[in-house]
């Protein structure tokens, strides 16, 4: 594990760039210093040798010859109606109706 | 008659004799809702939005059959309030956040289907922090959440409107979510019972991802047959979630028949440290020595990862809801952020209106975990650990039918106490990620009050699928205690 002692400013500002956060300027100390502390605090999982150990993505997978009855059943491959378009795009901040509407996406 | 504060039992039974409607019993706790939850009463703050139309077609529905002489469902006439993380159509749905403001979904979580299906009467919606992320109910944005039973203290969290909107009267039950003890820790702090069912047992279709190999959906009520009830109702396998369980759903009231005598309780040695309050140490024993009186087994047993459970979770976590919450970005839904020129300054713009602190950074945190150069060291080991805290419960549910242990370790908190510090905050989860992490189910149910009359909780921790012997468990902890 990194040394997770000091997380850099450089490290939060490009953190918040690949999660599309705008961090104030007084967040970004205060980001730094609880990732800080919170990734200390995360860094005891060293302590345990996991070599070999299988990783555990849900609880499904546990359950081993169990696994269909657990949740790993498919549905039939049929055609169900969705949500109705006018109420979703109703809901939407800007629409025609049909469409999303959004900024500009190409920048020049 | 004054049917506030009555069990669902008692509800039903009212309605079906004629002596209350459904109608009144549901103005009732308008009535108190609109007295007690405001800033000119408690200022509980435990709702976020009334869906009194819904309600009271519901209600007249029921009193029709009832007029009519037809057989009531489960829950006829029972008043239920909705954690705000799932979606009911027409009512706003903010998951305690701004950056939803102004949403109303086009359609129903299944279990908010489900209940209605069965005769409750929709109240409204429940505050919580914002995207079911705290400990304290101190970071919605819509403000916090009193304690009803001590009202300069915090009501726990995430479903802290959950928990205190039963436990003042405003609903007999309610709908909760709990990713890692967001449903068993306000129950403890607001003295009701709040049951986690295993994962899998309770159809997420509708409710706001916050991670979802961990998010869960259960119920509260003031007494450990209403939560078997209430999970009757919403549990069973959901084609709109395949995560949810083909498992027939067992007859959890029919199972609160059947005595504990003879059944092995564990305790583990763990979840015993010097960071628990000697007065919930002393609940817990009280209650072991009532179950020890009912003729059950206990003994001593070993979690031994038990310590990797806090950090384990807040890297899972805050990995999946760094995911999860992309999804925000000012395009389909809620607010979108004024006068931006480009795509991407809107979604930045949108996300750092939106989002309040705590959300904002556990999605740094998950977003560190999941990046190039840290996914192994972080994420990776983390599900690997796991896999071995997972093992721990499997191990010992070969030897035990179930486990009690202490759900917090302090009572309630007053507001403003620990906001300060995060890391202290998460510190708080300790003995309520491990059974979030292993998909087990688990519950709290009151077994005592502190000198100062704040409440107490225990928690009761079931196999995989086994609801039935931790609801056993836990009535038989609530029986001792009359």
Same mark, same amino acid.
């Given at each position: 594990m990194a040394d997770s002692a000091g997380v850099t400013t450089e490290e939060v500002l490009r953190v918040a760039e690949l999660a599309n956060l705008d961090l104030t300027a007084d967040e970004v100390p205060?980001? *730094?210093? #609880?990732?800080?502390?919170?990734?200390?605090?995360i860094a005891q999982l060293n302590e345990l040798d996991t070599t070999g150990v299988p990783a555990m993505a849900q609880v499904g997978e546990m359950l081993g010859a169990e696994i269909e009855s657990?949740?790993?059943?498919? *549905?039939? #491959?049929?055609v169900h109606p969705s949500l109705d378009r006018a109420a979703v795009m109703a809901a939407a901040p800007e629409s025609d109706g049909r469409f999303f509407k959004v900024p500009k996406v190409i920048e020049r | 008659m004054g049917l506030a504060s009555a069990t669902i039992q008692e509800v039903r039974a009212g309605i079906a004799s004629g002596k209350a409607t459904a109608t009144s019993v549901a103005e009732e706790h308008y009535a108190r809702i609109a007295a007690e939850d405001g800033p000119g009463g408690k200022g509980i703050n435990s709702f976020l939005a009334l869906s009194r139309e819904r309600a009271l077609a519901q209600a007249a529905k029921i009193d029709a059959m009832a007029a009519k002489g037809e057989p009531l469902p489960p829950l006829a006439g029972v008043p239920v309030g909705i954690k705000d993380v799932l979606v009911m159509q027409g009512s706003p749905a903010t998951a305690g956040s701004k950056i939803l403001q102004g949403y109303r979904p086009p359609y129903d979580a299944t279990a908010v289907t489900r209940l209605e299906a069965a005769g409750a009467v929709l109240l409204g919606k429940l505050n919580c922090d914002e995207f079911a992320m705290g400990s304290s109910n101190e970071n919605s944005a819509y403000g916090p959440v009193r304690n009803p039973r001590a009202l300069d203290r915090v009501p726990g969290g995430s479903s802290g409107g959950s928990a205190a909107a039963v436990a003042a009267g405003f609903a007999v039950a309610s709908l909760g979510s709990d990713t890692g003890g967001s449903i068993r820790q306000p129950a403890a702090f607001c003295g009701v019972v709040g049951v986690l069912p295993t994962y899998g047992r309770v159809s997420r279709y509708g409710l706001i991802a916050f991670a979802s190999s961990l998010d869960r959906v259960g119920p509260f009520a003031?007494?450990?047959r209403d939560a078997a009830t209430m999970l009757g109702v919403i549990a069973g396998k959901d084609a709109n979630d395949a995560t949810s369980s083909d498992r027939p759903v067992g007859d959890y009231v029919g199972a609160l028949a059947?005595?504990?005598a003879g059944l092995r309780i564990g305790v583990p040695a763990e979840y015993f440290g010097e960071g628990l309050n000697p007065e919930i140490r002393a609940a817990i024993e009280r209650a072991l020595d009532g179950l020890r009186a009912a003729g059950c087994a206990v003994k001593t047993i070993a979690l031994p990862h038990t310590k990797y459970a806090i950090p384990t979770y807040y890297v899972i976590a805050t990995a999946e809801a760094s995911a999860n919450l992309s999804r925000f970005d000012g395009v389909r839904y809620g607010l979108r952020a004024d006068g931006v020129k480009t795509l991407s300054a809107m979604f930045r713009e949108t996300r750092d209106q939106g989002f309040g602190a705590e959300v904002k950074r556990r999605i740094l945190l998950g977003t560190y975990a999941l990046s190039a150069g840290y996914y192994d060291a972080y994420y990776l080991k983390?599900?690997?650990v796991r896999t071995l805290l997972t093992r721990d419960f499997l191990a010992a549910f070969a030897e035990v039918d179930a486990i009690v242990a202490p759900i917090t370790p302090t009572p309630p908190w007053k507001l403003g106490e620990k906001t300060a510090d995060p890391l202290q905050m998460y510190l708080e989860d300790i003995y309520s990620v491990a059974a979030s992490l292993a998909g087990i189910c688990g519950m709290s149910v009151p077994c005592g009050e502190t000198a100062s009359g704040l409440p107490i909780g225990v928690q009761i921790m079931g196999p995989h699928f086994n609801e039935e012997t931790m609801l056993r468990v836990?009535?038989?902890?609530?029986?001792?205690?009359?």
């Open positions: 205060r980001m *730094r210093r #609880d990732l800080s502390a919170i990734l200390g605090h657990t949740g790993a059943s498919l *549905r039939a #491959d049929a | 003031t007494n450990v059947k005595p504990v983390a599900q690997q836990a009535l038989a902890i609530e029986t001792a205690q009359r």
